[in-house]
């Protein structure tokens, strides 16, 4: 059975920084694109980052020069470093395999409240 | 890249069949044969319904179905149950810069 397990959400300060991780067991996060999706309080859902199995990354426009994605293959755990963090930034951040093209298993997600 | 455009809301008697579209563009939907669908319930994570237009994942009812015609895609569910309330999502492939596009969601109310 594919879990994924977000953590690493809670309150910063906007200018901050955080880093999310999706600990996952029942795939190999290194063989699969992974994803990053997340949800404003009562908002629809946004496509925030992928990396690719060969390692290839690409981010949304609207966090692109700001978040990395990244894993490490040995705790076959997803990562997702968010910094100069705004309101905007508000959000369930959720973890997800891209099957490619479309988004298969998905993690409970972990909040992000960015705020003073 | 703007949202794909959802109805916000539709919804149906019990048995009766409802249709969600979602309108794009030749960049997004009308490009790709890659639109997926989303069932989200409160507080909980979004699950797959619908990929690749029209397939559905292993074991899912065969109640909910999919099919593009230009721009807009569509999400039908048949014989509508209490326990398809929920909000739905869709989601386009929209090419190598923008990646996906999803859906501005549509809250399914069972009558």
């Known amino acids: 059975e594919v879990q994924l397990v977000e953590s690493g959400g809670g309150l910063v300060q906007p200018g901050g920084s955080l880093r999310l991780s999706c600990a996952a067991s029942?795939?190999?996060?290194?063989?699969?694109?992974m994803s990053w999706v997340r949800q404003a309080p009562g908002k629809g859902l946004e496509w925030v980052s992928v990396i690719y199995s060969d390692g290839s990354t690409y981010y949304a426009d609207s966090v692109k020069g700001r978040f990395t994605i990244s894993r490490d293959n040995s705790k076959n755990t997803l990562y997702l470093q968010m910094n100069s963090l705004t309101p905007e930034d508000t959000a369930v951040y959720y973890c997800?395999?891209?099957?490619?093209?479309?988004?298969?298993?998905w993690g409970q997600g972990t909040l992000v409240t960015v705020s003073s | 890249q703007s949202a794909l455009t959802q109805p916000a809301s539709v919804s149906g008697s019990p048995g009766q069949s409802i249709t969600i579209s979602c309108t794009g563009t030749s960049s997004d939907v009308g490009g790709y044969n890659l639109v997926s669908w989303y069932q989200q319930h409160p507080g909980k994570a979004p699950k797959l319904m619908i990929y690749?237009?029209?397939k559905r994942p292993s074991g899912l009812s065969d109640r909910f179905s999919g099919s593009k015609s230009g721009n807009t895609a569509s999400l039908t569910i048949s014989g509508l149950q209490a326990e398809d309330e929920a909000d739905y999502y869709c989601c386009s492939y929209a090419g190598s810069n923008t990646f996906y596009v999803f859906g501005t969601g549509t809250k399914v109310t069972v009558l």
């Open positions: 997800a395999r891209d099957f490619p093209r479309s988004f298969d298993y």
């Open positions: 029942g795939l190999t996060v290194s063989s699969n694109y």
């Open positions: 690749e237009v029209y």
